[in-house]
């Protein structure tokens, strides 16, 4: 969110949209920037996250469909979950989702029923990685 120096956002040349944080390469110490709270490089469609667990004991299915959130207060997202080997796990979303970040976690639920969740690893558009 902050810009202060940076000549971008707020000056003549441009649309005056904010401008967020899209991607990074830590070898090259490169942060790539795109302008619009809607554009398409913040959006993701799936994500590998690791440290998975359940609120119950209960045996989980390899796959299941439920709803997960990815920030506080998001609305329910539809996805199709996929238990992979050492507690880790394979999200597709049914529709894409905007600013999915490594670090965070997803939270899955049945209804208002939290299911467990996970830290998310990766995100992944249309098959390929996004360095966010």
């Not at 004991?57 to 080997?85: H, S």
């Given at each position: ?24 390469d830590?070898?090259k ?36 469909t439920?709803?997960?959130?990815f ?32 670090g ?25 990685k996004?360095?966010?």
């Amino acid at each position: 969110g902050q810009r202060h120096g940076l000549g971008i956002g707020g000056t003549k040349d441009t649309d005056g949209e904010a401008w967020f944080a899209c991607g990074k390469d830590l070898e090259k110490n490169i942060l790539y920037v795109c302008q619009g709270f809607h554009n398409e490089k913040l959006y993701s469609d799936s994500l590998l996250a690791s440290s998975l667990s359940f609120t119950t004991k209960d045996p989980q299915p390899n796959k299941f469909t439920c709803t997960a959130k990815f920030r506080y207060r998001q609305p329910d997202t539809e996805v199709d979950v996929e238990i992979l080997e050492d507690d880790k796990v394979k999200v597709v979303y049914k529709n894409p989702v905007r600013a999915v970040t490594p670090g965070q976690a997803v939270v899955f639920y049945d209804g208002d029923v939290c299911l467990g969740g996970a830290i998310i690893d990766e995100v992944y558009k249309d098959g390929k990685k996004l360095q966010v």
